[in-house]
């Protein structure tokens, strides 16, 4: 009996059609956000991040400085800051922690820059769920990973005809393995 025209075949294209319509939404999120953050470089793919330019009165000698000052300066430039803490990186420089975004003050100057980070809402969640929380979603993740081990494989033996694996079939397979080593090899080099 051959394998195409048999039950095997039945069976692998009905197992292929209903494991691929159960993780479609799974696909796309790890697609999204895998592209999202595959560019990490040139946005980030988690927050907005907003940035200004304020002027902020401290002392120049960061040892006068305290959090009663740096309180009376955020009321000062009228802003509703959820104030957290301050550090120093260094002796002319503070660095003002607020909920959802930080002041660099510079203390020579009374120059700081204003950065408030917001949620990408939605990209966000997808973006953590594909950097895998761990838990229980280790084990979804590594189910639907197998699932696209399946996926791949059966989706090959499909096709019936001059588009089957045995004919137009085994040279995409073929250049896909070729293309994915090379660009290993360059990557790695």
Same mark, same amino acid.
């Given at each position: 009996?051959?394998?195409?025209?048999?039950?095997?075949?039945?069976?692998?294209?009905?197992?292929?059609?209903?494991?691929?319509?159960?993780?479609?939404?799974?696909?796309?999120?790890?697609?999204?956000?895998?592209?999202?953050?595959?560019? $990490?470089?040139?946005?980030?793919?988690?927050?907005?991040?907003?940035?200004?330019?304020?002027?902020?009165?401290?002392?120049?000698?960061?040892?006068?400085?305290?959090?009663?000052?740096?309180?009376?300066?955020?009321?000062?430039?009228?802003?509703?800051?959820?104030?957290?803490?301050?550090?120093?990186?260094?002796?002319?420089?503070?660095?003002?922690?607020?909920?959802?975004?930080?002041?660099?003050?510079?203390?020579?100057?009374?120059? $700081?820059?204003?950065?408030?980070?917001?949620?990408?809402?939605?990209?966000?969640?997808?973006?953590?769920?594909?950097?895998?929380?761990?838990?229980?979603?280790?084990?979804?993740?590594?189910?639907?990973?197998?699932?696209?081990?399946?996926?791949?494989?059966?989706?090959?033996?499909?096709?019936?005809?001059?588009?089957?694996?045995?004919?137009?079939?085994?040279?995409?397979?073929?250049?896909?393995?070729?293309?994915?080593?090379?660009?290993?090899?360059?990557?790695?080099?």
């Amino acid at each position: 009996m051959e394998i195409k025209n048999g039950k095997y075949y039945k069976l692998n294209k009905s197992l292929h059609r209903d494991i691929g319509y159960l993780f479609v939404f799974m696909t796309l999120i790890y697609s999204i956000s895998g592209i999202a953050i595959n560019h $990490a470089k040139d946005w980030n793919p988690d927050f907005y991040v907003r940035k200004e330019n304020v002027e902020i009165k401290l002392p120049k000698n960061v040892n006068e400085i305290n959090e009663n000052l740096i309180l009376n300066e955020l009321d000062r430039i009228g802003e509703n800051f959820s104030y957290l803490m301050y550090d120093s990186p260094n002796s002319d420089k503070v660095k003002i922690y607020f909920k959802d975004g930080a002041i660099m003050c510079d203390l020579e100057t009374g120059k $700081a820059e204003l950065e408030r980070v917001t949620k990408r809402h939605l990209l966000f969640e997808m973006n953590w769920l594909h950097r895998n929380p761990g838990g229980v979603w280790t084990i979804v993740s590594d189910i639907f990973a197998v699932s696209l081990i399946f996926l791949s494989i059966s989706g090959m033996f499909i096709m019936k005809g001059r588009n089957s694996l045995k004919r137009r079939g085994k040279w995409w397979v073929g250049a896909g393995f070729v293309a994915t080593i090379f660009f290993m090899f360059i990557i790695m080099i």
